[in-house]
């Protein structure tokens, strides 16, 4: 079936650090993958997708790369800061999949930034 | 540009007490619409979806229900609620094509039964 695996949280950085959060996935054919991020108290927001191999999602500082040799879409940033604290949500889609167009999501990434 | 409404933002209920929630998408049509709950302020689980108006999917068997009497209207339901029905309700929506179209998300409704 179609998964999505983060890494687990919590990721606790000082700010100016470099990020990574990992997440890989399972899915036949090509899916389309996409990292959103929800802030405390507040519903979740795209962050950037890509939706085929080779492919770099970039927003805000953010980027992820399709890689499809090793099924992964991991977040990277540069240098942090601590308006970025949130929990990080990747997620896929597939042309195939069911009724509906529904995402799978991954369980999520939380991400405290210190000053 | 496409705005969705969710409210309330928090809700306080005794167990055993209805629920309803509403969820209205503006500035699009005929989109696809989802319930989801989030609980620990972690993982998310899709509890409904609609393709269209009076067409609903669920999930998860559970003590909710969800209708969608008007096109970007989508709403959640219990005739009674549990203890266990605590979380953080999100509604979303997408464009149905292209397939890959991305989920925006309301600012969801903390519910608390007490």
């Keep these: 079936g179609n998964s999505v695996t983060q890494m687990e949280g919590p990721v606790t950085l000082s700010e100016e650090a470099f990020l990574t959060i990992n997440c890989t996935y399972t899915a036949t054919g090509y899916p389309s993958l996409f990292w959103y991020v929800q802030y405390p108290g507040e519903g979740l ?19 992820a790369t399709y890689r499809k040799e090793t099924t992964s879409f991991h977040l990277e940033k540069g240098s942090v800061q601590v308006s970025d604290s949130a929990v990080y949500f990747c997620a ?18 939380i991400l405290r930034v210190k000053s | 540009s496409q705005t969705i409404h969710q409210w309330p933002a928090t809700l306080v209920q005794p167990v055993g007490s209805p629920l309803s929630l509403e969820c209205t998408v503006e500035g699009t049509s005929n989109p696809n619409l989802y319930w989801y709950r989030q609980a620990a302020g972690r993982g998310l689980q899709l509890l409904f979806y609609s393709v ?40 979303a929506w997408r464009d149905r094509d292209p397939y890959n179209s991305p989920l925006h998300f309301g600012n969801g409704t903390r519910l608390t039964v007490t």
């Design chain 1, 45 to 63: 927001q795209l962050l950037l997708k890509a939706t085929k191999a080779d492919d770099k999602g970039s927003n805000k500082g953010f980027e």
């Design chain 1, 92 to 109: 896929l889609t597939r042309k195939e999949m069911e009724y509906g167009n529904k995402l799978v999501f991954g369980a999520g990434t």
């Design chain 2, 52 to 91: 269209g108006i009076g067409q609903i999917s669920s999930e998860v068997p559970q003590n909710l229900s969800a209708s969608r009497p008007q096109d970007r209207q989508f709403i959640l339901s219990s005739k009674k609620l549990l203890l266990s029905d605590s979380g953080f309700y999100l509604c």
